[in-house]
């Protein structure tokens, strides 16, 4: 505990591993198997259970309950895993799980994100880099998110969905099918509602990348032929573009879920 603070009334267990500049709030419980990185910040109130690591400059808001048992009744106790990257936000009341053994034993969050009021990261998550989560938005079991996706307010993910890089969720949507990258979905079942445009620019999306995304989208969501006859048309014509290619990749991996279409839409 090499130059870390933990306050008096802090419960540190004798073999939780402590960085350098960590410092552990008051009332606040860290478990036999955490390991907290350099300069990760446990304000009062948290609770840090299980096989958990987290990365260097995360900090964790009060009430947050890190690394506990999934919920699923098929957990029997293994030792499964919760890892967090670096310089992430966590909020109050919100709730990471560890993996299990039905999802590959271990939750991973990337770096750079924020889970904002009473948001929920359920079992065996896959989680990338700059995510957001908005207040009491929760992810069900074997959720995949994608680089920089947004999940709106009040919105709630199916198990075993995959969102695409880039894509935002609107609040309060229901979402249980997979959404592509750069995408916009919402509804109470939530349908595509087009590029995301605005968040694309944000990030330094070159107006011809931008172009082919819209382009691409619009060929891949049209009511002719069948969604492997367009998803080739679309391979075809825009061959020389590494972000239609992405989408492309995303639709053609395996997943047990199907993808979400715009409103109206005969899908395949």
Same mark, same amino acid.
């Given at each position: 505990?090499?130059?870390?603070?933990?306050?008096?009334?802090?419960?540190?267990?004798?073999?939780?591993?402590?960085?350098?500049?960590?410092?552990?709030?008051?009332?606040?419980?860290?478990?036999?198997?955490?390991?907290?990185?350099?300069?990760?910040?446990?304000?009062?109130?948290?609770?840090?259970?299980?096989?958990?690591?987290?990365?260097?400059?995360?900090?964790?808001?009060?009430?947050?309950?890190?690394?506990?048992?999934?919920?699923?009744?098929?957990?029997?106790?293994?030792?499964?895993?919760?890892? +967090? @990257?670096?310089?992430?936000? !966590?909020?109050?009341? /919100?709730? #990471?799980?560890?993996?299990?053994?039905? $999802? *590959? =034993?271990?939750?991973?969050?990337?770096?750079?994100?924020?889970?904002?009021?009473?948001?929920?990261?359920?079992?065996?998550?896959?989680?990338?880099?700059?995510?957001?989560?908005?207040?009491?938005?929760?992810?069900?079991?074997?959720?995949?998110?994608?680089?920089?996706?947004? +999940? @709106?307010?009040?919105?709630? !993910?199916?198990?075993? /969905?995959? #969102?695409?890089?880039?894509?935002?969720? $609107? *609040? =309060?949507?229901?979402?249980?099918?997979?959404?592509?990258?750069?995408?916009?979905?919402?509804?109470?079942?939530?349908?595509?509602?087009?590029?995301?445009?605005?968040?694309?620019?944000?990030?330094?999306?070159?107006?011809?990348?931008?172009?082919?995304?819209?382009?691409?989208?619009?060929?891949?969501?049209?009511?002719?032929?069948?969604?492997?006859?367009?998803?080739?048309?679309?391979?075809?014509?825009?061959?020389?573009?590494?972000?239609?290619?992405?989408?492309?990749?995303?639709?053609?991996?395996?997943?047990?879920?199907?993808?979400?279409?715009?409103?109206?839409?005969?899908?395949?």
């Amino acid at each position: 505990m090499s130059q870390a603070f933990i306050h008096p009334t802090a419960i540190v267990h004798e073999r939780a591993v402590i960085g350098a500049g960590v410092q552990v709030g008051a009332y606040t419980v860290v478990g036999e198997h955490a390991v907290l990185k350099d300069k990760v910040v446990l304000h009062s109130h948290v609770v840090v259970d299980g096989r958990t690591v987290i990365g260097e400059g995360t900090e964790i808001f009060p009430f947050a309950s890190i690394g506990t048992k999934p919920q699923d009744l098929k957990f029997g106790g293994e030792p499964a895993t919760l890892e +967090i @990257g670096r310089n992430n936000t !966590i909020r109050e009341h /919100v709730t #990471i799980n560890i993996g299990t053994e039905g $999802g *590959g =034993m271990v939750t991973r969050v990337g770096n750079d994100c924020l889970f904002m009021v009473g948001s929920h990261i359920g079992h065996d998550c896959q989680v990338g880099n700059h995510v957001i989560l908005a207040n009491n938005a929760t992810l069900a079991g074997h959720v995949v998110l994608e680089d920089h996706v947004i +999940i @709106g307010g009040l919105s709630a !993910i199916h198990q075993f /969905v995959r #969102i695409g890089k880039h894509a935002m969720i $609107g *609040g =309060m949507s229901g979402i249980e099918n997979d959404v592509v990258p750069y995408a916009t979905a919402m509804g109470e079942r939530a349908a595509l509602a087009g590029v995301n445009i605005v968040g694309l620019k944000r990030r330094g999306f070159s107006r011809d990348d931008i172009h082919d995304i819209r382009g691409a989208y619009r060929m891949l969501f049209a009511s002719e032929g069948t969604l492997e006859e367009r998803v080739a048309d679309v391979e075809e014509h825009f061959s020389h573009s590494q972000v239609v290619l992405a989408m492309l990749h995303f639709i053609r991996d395996e997943s047990s879920r199907a993808l979400c279409q715009p409103k109206g839409s005969r899908g395949a």
